[in-house]
T-cell receptor, first 120, second 117 residues
Framework: NAGVTQTPKFQVLKTGQSMTLQCAQD?????MYWYRQDPGMGLRLIYY???????DKGEVPNGYNVSRLNKREFSLRLESAAPSQTSVYFC???????????????????FGAGSRLTVL | AQKVTQAQTEISVVEKEDVTLDCVYE???????LFWYKQPPSGELVFLIR??????QNEISGRYSWNFQKSTSSFNFTITASQVVDSAVYFC??????????????FGTGTLLAVQP
């Protein structure tokens, strides 16, 4: 099925360890996003990539790095994990545009299933 | 700056009751999109609806209806005859339309709806 695939689904890290969350989409979307979800905070944007080769900071970028490897893939890296980074992470992609045959789906974020990360 | 407020943190209803989830937004843009997403207990985020600021018509889809009022900056969501399967966290979100590829989706903090049998 077409969509957004995130790996891993669960991960436990010790403080100071590093890891990379992988995300891939097969919908030929231009833009990709990483959000984190914390209780009572909703979803907050960490980083986004408007198109292949570009990345920009969102609301809460500190402690993270990203790579837009190609149009399909957008990874999120924690270089030195901290307990404050315990969260559920969602990758999403979106097709930009306001016209065309698929106008109703334009600008709608499609999310991956989420990755639950615990930092001890 | 853009902001989305969902003042109701949790709502509990009994099955078959009607329930309205409130969403109030702030934006300086004259053109924008509003969205509702559902997050069931399984955790995935499911898109429900997108409205643009040009169109203030209310929308109905089965038991779901949405009331968009630009004058009060609100985009409320009503579930008629609620069912246990409606139990989820519901998020309202806002995005500019013509910001190009960099426009971002801003989410509210969500409303947890619990429908009791």
């Amino acid at each position: 099925n077409a969509g957004v695939t995130q790996t891993p689904k669960f991960q436990v890290l010790k403080t100071g360890q590093s890891m990379t969350l992988q995300c891939a989409q097969d919908m030929n979307h231009n833009s990709m996003y990483w959000y984190r979800q914390d209780p009572g905070m909703g979803l907050r944007l960490i980083y986004y990539s408007a198109s292949e080769g570009t990345t920009d900071k969102g609301e809460v970028p500190n402690g993270y790095n990203v790579s837009r490897l190609n149009k399909r893939e957008f990874s999120l890296r924690l270089e030195s994990a901290a307990p404050s980074q315990t969260s559920v992470y969602f990758c999403a992609s979106r097709r930009q545009g306001h016209s065309g045959a698929n106008v109703l789906s334009a600008n709608v974020l499609t999310f991956g299933a989420g990755s639950r990360l615990t930092v001890l | 700056a853009q902001k989305v407020t969902q003042a109701q943190t949790e709502i509990s209803v009994v099955e078959k009751e009607d329930v309205t989830l409130d969403c109030v937004y702030e934006t300086r843009d004259t053109t924008y999109y509003l969205f509702w997403y559902k997050q069931p207990p399984s955790g995935e985020l499911v898109f429900l609806i997108r409205r643009n600021s040009f169109d203030e018509q209310n929308e109905i889809s089965g038991r779901y209806s949405w009331n968009f009022q630009k004058s009060t900056s609100s985009f409320n969501f009503t579930i008629t005859a609620s069912q246990v399967v409606d139990s989820a966290v519901y998020f309202c979100a806002l995005s500019e339309i013509y910001g190009g590829a960099t426009n971002k989706l801003i989410f509210g903090t969500g409303t947890l709806l619990a429908v009791q049998p």
